[in-house]
């Protein structure tokens, strides 16, 4: 799909995959669904891109998958899109904290032999895989919403795909994997859309220091218990003066 931005060597090199390395550790870092979707799409159209011109897939099969996790993400952005409030997210410790255990993560990768994890695959592509896996597992450990885990599954998907398909080069695999990839968009969405419905009908108790936006002050709960007691008083004053000797 993209093959016609850059010449073969590119592809063949190791280019590609560190650049779809970054935009994966980038996607489970930021957790901002304007950084992370973009990075998700750009890590499937490049490992696709390599794994085809590494005759590891057909290039057909490599733009069903495109397509496909363009599809996951319009789902996901439009469930983003209407929900009423923001989900929080959970975050281990700050930024850099986070960067340093994924770089920490990447250097034991990096030191560790795993040819014989898939024999049919090269070195690179064997820990271009193993590496999206690693973000996943980490996206789906520090991350609290139905988005950060929704997104870290199909990353790890994206690397499943690539390891399936060039050990078991078959249509029904493409099918069950693209079916797999819109079932966790949709129950992403889904769970993306409940836990945002929750968050805007809790109300937050009120306190000594915070008051709700939408709840009335204490002036304005005075004011109106003395214009009760007052129309109580209005009312209840014609009754006495009718009430004399007859």
Known sequence: MISFLFGTDFWLSSTPLLLA???AA???LVWDWRISLPATLFVQLLLGQVAAQRSLIPDEWGRVFAWVVVGCLLILFLSIQRSAKVATVGRLGTF????LLLGLAGFLLSSVDVTDLLPLLDLQMIRAILWLALCALFGISTGEGALQNGLALLLWLIGAEIALLAVTPAAVVVVTLGAIFLLIAL???YLLLAENLALAENTPPITD???????PSPHILHEKI???RQRLVGLA???RQGDGPR
């Not at 850099?96 to 960067?99: K, P, T, V, W």
């Not at 220091?209 to 709840?215: H, L, N, Y």
Request: proline share 8%.
């Open 187 to 189: 129950a992403c969405a």
């Open 96 to 99: 850099i904290f986070r960067g």
């Open 226 to 228: 003395t214009g009760w």
């Open 237 to 239: 004053l014609p009754a």
């Open 21 to 23: 390395g970054l935009l």
């Open 26 to 28: 980038l996607a489970v």
């Open 209 to 215: 220091v915070v008051f709700p936006a939408d709840s």
